[in-house]
């Protein structure tokens, strides 16, 4: 199993909470103020609360600490299916996540662009280490294609997928065994830009794998 870099500081977190509980015994007992080197009880709690604080920002803010990011609680019985088809290696070629907005569907998209490109995946999911995923941390993985409005609240226009779309589905993977392209919003495509898009969700190219993300 990938043992992310967050699972350390929960480790030491109960290291230094049994430490304290033991020094809070003695003190309980009138045997001893402190161990050696003065450490205090007081000290062994906070050292307990920092170092989970720590791992709680490593698994809440991936992009920034470097680790995979994980799932919501309501996208378990979801991942877990697309998981298992990551593994079989029987992902679809074209995958829509929608709902209502504020329901991670984005971080689920991450999520699974990541374990698509990973080379070391567990169990299908990204390892969060490897170099594709330190390459989609950075935001500069050539096998990533993410299609968004230029501007916010615009539409995405049809030369954004006569362009880039077409160049990146007919080229092969650059460095990873293949290619994910996230649209978000997939609902901001008109009607001319959704038919020039259609061709490759018709005809998709080996390898590639496009996310649709949509509040509709």
Not at 188 to 212: D, G, V
């Amino acid at each position: 199993q990938t043992i992310t870099p967050y699972k350390p500081f929960f480790l030491i977190g109960w290291c230094f909470a049994i430490w304290g509980v033991s020094v809070w015994a003695l003190h309980f007992y009138g045997l001893k103020a402190a161990w050696p080197g003065g450490i205090h009880a007081e000290a062994m709690t906070a050292g307990f609360l920092l170092c989970h604080v720590l791992g709680f920002l490593m698994t809440a803010f991936p992009n920034v600490t470097g680790s995979a990011p994980a799932p919501l609680p309501w996208q378990r019985n979801d991942w877990e299916r697309l998981r298992a088809r990551i593994v079989d290696q029987r992902l679809h070629h074209a995958v829509l996540l929608s709902g209502p907005a504020g329901i991670g569907k984005r971080l689920l998209g991450e999520l699974l662009a990541r374990s698509i490109l990973c080379r070391n995946p567990d169990r299908g999911q990204a390892c969060g280490a490897c170099r594709d995923c330190l390459l989609v941390t950075a935001g500069s993985h050539p096998d990533l294609l993410r299609i968004a409005p230029e501007e916010p609240g615009k539409q995405i226009r049809i030369e954004q997928i006569r362009g880039e779309f077409t160049d990146f589905v007919m080229r092969t993977p650059s460095v990873a065994h293949a290619k994910a392209i996230v649209i978000d919003p997939a609902d901001a495509m008109n009607t001319h830009t959704a038919n020039c898009l259609l061709k490759s969700l018709e005809e998709p190219a080996p390898r590639t794998h496009m996310l649709l993300l949509s509040d509709a």
